[in-house]
């Protein structure tokens, strides 16, 4: 019942865990740092990471075959909330409304030293 979805255009999970997994009409999109799958390095601001994971949400969610309207719900993770505004400034050129129901929490540390992380979940 699930399938997993993987493309070479989103980085490769650094766990064990895949980049998505499909359940009947659901992808679940795991937390997508802002690495890029061709160069395997980091941008240096919170809002070029936040471009970065969310580039990579929309490839693996190609793979699926949708689109970033179909996400109804995203997961945002940063390392300082004094980087909220420039990363939803980001956010909010990827999606149109009605925006996908959305959490933005701060958090301590993430892998691989990145500042932003940003998971979804979408609907065919």
Do not use: W
């Amino acid at each position: 019942m699930q399938k997993p979805i993987e493309t070479s255009n989103a980085p490769g999970a650094i766990g064990p865990y895949s980049q998505a997994i499909a359940v009947c009409q659901l992808i679940f999109v795991s937390g997508q740092l802002p690495i890029d799958p061709q160069t395997g390095q980091i941008p240096e601001s919170a809002a070029d990471q936040a471009r970065q994971s969310l580039t990579n949400i929309q490839a693996i969610l190609e793979a699926a075959g949708v689109d970033m309207s179909h996400v109804v719900r995203a997961g945002v993770f940063l390392t300082d909330m004094g980087d909220f505004q420039a990363v939803n400034e980001v956010y909010a050129s990827f999606f149109k409304p009605p925006y996908p129901a959305r959490s933005a929490v701060e958090v301590k540390a993430l892998p691989r030293g990145a500042k932003v992380e940003i998971d979804a979940m979408a609907v065919k």
